[in-house]
């Protein structure tokens, strides 16, 4: 009788090892699902590569920044930043000097790979004329700058 505990035991705890395995393999980062839902007639270009670089202290150091996504509508390109409550002004600013350069100025970097640089390349370049470059700081929109085809900051709002 004893025996059939201990089985049924050592059934059970595999069953929650398992189901805890499961768990852990398909966690997603902390801001999955917080994103806002997907936009029908949205392009998305979101790239893992250039989220560890925005993270990797050799890169741009934006130790904070739990996720960010570009997308393109119609003639806008987007990009959303997601930092946790702990982020610096300085995070948040490398991560706005990043939006400017990359996405109204058109520039990579000259000393090797960054982020996105395969859009500021050949026909990529000429798909977007506007940018708007929002922060999101613990879940909540933060800073949102909107700028027009001549780079020009048409709309800057801290919140």
């Not at 904070?64 to 990009?79: A, C, F, M, Q, R």
């Not at 996105?116 to 977007?128: F, T």
Request: one cysteine or more; a negative charge; proline letters at 1%.
């Amino acid at each position: 009788m004893k025996r059939k505990y201990i089985i049924f035991g050592v059934i059970v705890i595999m069953f929650a090892c398992l189901a805890l395995c499961i768990i852990l393999v398909n966690d997603k980062s902390y801001y999955e699902g917080k994103y806002p839902e997907k936009i029908e007639n949205a392009v998305y270009y979101t790239d893992e590569r250039a989220q560890e670089m925005f993270v990797d202290e050799r890169n741009y150091s934006l130790t904070n920044l739990k996720g960010h996504e570009v997308y393109l509508i119609d003639n806008t390109i987007h990009i959303d930043f997601y930092f946790d409550k702990n982020a610096t002004f300085h995070q948040i600013d490398k991560a706005r000097s990043f939006a400017i350069t990359a996405f109204i100025l058109k520039q990579s970097s000259f000393y090797g790979e960054s982020p996105y640089m395969i859009l500021n390349n050949g026909e990529n370049r000429d798909k977007w004329e506007k940018v708007s470059c929002r922060v999101y700081i613990n879940d909540k929109l933060s800073i949102e700058e909107n700028y027009d085809e001549k780079g020009l900051l048409i709309k800057s709002e801290d919140i």
